[in-house]
T-cell receptor
Framework: AQKVTQAQTEISVVEKEDVTLDCVYE???????LFWYKQPPSGELVFLIR??????QNEISGRYSWNFQKSTSSFNFTITASQVVDSAVYFC??????????FGTGTRLTVIP | DSGVTQTPKHLITATGQRVTLRCSPR?????VYWYQQSLDQGLQFLIQ???????AKGNILERFSAQQFPDLHSELNLSSLELGDSALYFC?????????????FGPGTRLTVL
């Protein structure tokens, strides 16, 4: 069995603040992949990042960074110097053995100008 | 733009009716996935096809069916529609049937059942 938890339902920050979105993935699998997707108000799902369970090195891409810690089953996502355009729902999604994405409940981020 | 197209964008129909949603994957992608996003169930996987064959099934109702054609486009058929079927239906595609390939999503079809 597997379980993905995005405990933060909604977060509001003021523009230029940093914000971290939490994701906890519990599984008995030793090998797995984790994805983050963004769903802006327009509704489409945008792929952000993919990480595998063997790679715990943090990754930075512009204002985005990801911190994956296998020991705590956490795959957190940080936006630095947030902007209004970052307002969206962010989904953490592990890939199941059946090769489909298992989406968390999502965290709605609102960046206030 | 992900390169995945879905038609129609919006669909309004009545209970008991049948509709067909269409998806064209990115050029070269062999895998197509269907997901449903509703307020009750969140985002959940329905079904996957790879090069014309069904590969995985999720929480897809028996009233729903899908297929992938030789040109790789896919259709999701929803029949005997109920109010609870109102949702956003996404199609996604990936290059191969590998579990590390990112899936690219289409813009979705918003289905409203009245």
């Amino acid at each position: 069995a597997q379980k993905v938890t995005q405990a933060q339902t909604e977060i509001s920050v003021v523009e230029k603040e940093d914000v971290t979105l939490d994701c906890v993935y519990e599984t008995r699998d030793t090998t797995y992949y984790l994805f983050w997707y963004k769903q802006p108000p327009s509704g489409e799902l945008v792929f952000l990042i993919r990480r595998n369970s063997f790679d715990e090195q943090n990754e930075i891409s512009g204002r985005y960074s990801w911190n994956f810690q296998k020991s705590t089953s956490s795959f957190n996502f940080t936006i630095t110097a947030s902007q209004v355009v970052d307002s969206a729902v962010y989904f953490c999604a592990p890939l199941t053995g059946a090769n489909n994405l298992f989406f968390g409940t999502g965290t709605r981020l609102t960046v206030i100008p | 733009d992900s390169g995945v197209t879905q038609t129609p964008k919006h669909l309004i129909t009545a209970t008991g009716q049948r509709v067909t949603l269409r998806c064209s994957p990115r050029s070269g992608d062999l895998s197509v996935y269907w997901y449903q996003q509703s307020l009750d169930q969140g985002l959940q996987f329905l079904i996957q096809y790879y090069n014309g064959e069904e590969r995985a099934k999720g929480n897809i109702l028996e009233r729903f069916s899908a297929q992938q054609f030789p040109d790789l486009h896919s259709e999701l058929n929803l029949s005997s529609l109920e109010l609870g079927d109102s949702a956003l239906y996404f199609c996604a595609s990936s290059e191969r049937n590998r579990n590390y390939n990112e899936q690219f999503f289409g813009p979705g079809t918003r289905l409203t059942v009245l």
